[in-house]
């Protein structure tokens, strides 16, 4: 199993960007994708998490009203478009993907992409 997370980049206050998650070598479709970040010295923290299958999807707190989780089934790829980006947002964002429900922890999540990295800078 493989994940790669991209579109990370620096943006200005109140700006958008939007992440991409791509998979490859899952081979069940009962599968999650959850997004979280992870700020220095700050836990990794759930943001969304969407079902490969029936493209349910949950927002945790952090997210509502300002990021939007999607997917496209023919590239394997999850997408988080962030809008009205706070200098808070800053982090290391992570895809990670489980067989079964979604979870907002991320120690429920075996497999990790790499990351990619927002700056949200003036």
């Known amino acids: 199993v493989q994940l790669q997370a991209s579109g990370g980049g620096t943006v200005q206050p109140g700006g958008s960007l939007r992440l991409s998650c791509t998979t490859s070598?899952?081979?069940?479709?009962?599968?999650?994708i959850g997004w979280f970040r992870q700020a220095p010295g700050k836990e990794r923290e759930g943001i969304s998490c969407?079902?490969?299958?029936?493209?349910?999807?949950y927002y945790l707190d952090s997210a509502k009203g300002r990021f939007t989780v999607s997917r496209d089934h023919a590239a394997n790829t999850v997408y988080l478009h962030m809008d009205s980006l706070k200098p808070e947002d800053a982090a290391v964002y992570y895809c990670g993907t489980r067989i079964g429900r979604c979870y907002s922890a991320h120690k429920y999540f075996r497999s990790w992409g790499q990351g990619t990295r927002v700056t949200v800078s003036s």
């Open positions: 070598g899952i081979t069940s479709e009962y599968y999650v």
């Open positions: 969407i079902s490969h299958r029936d493209g349910t999807f």
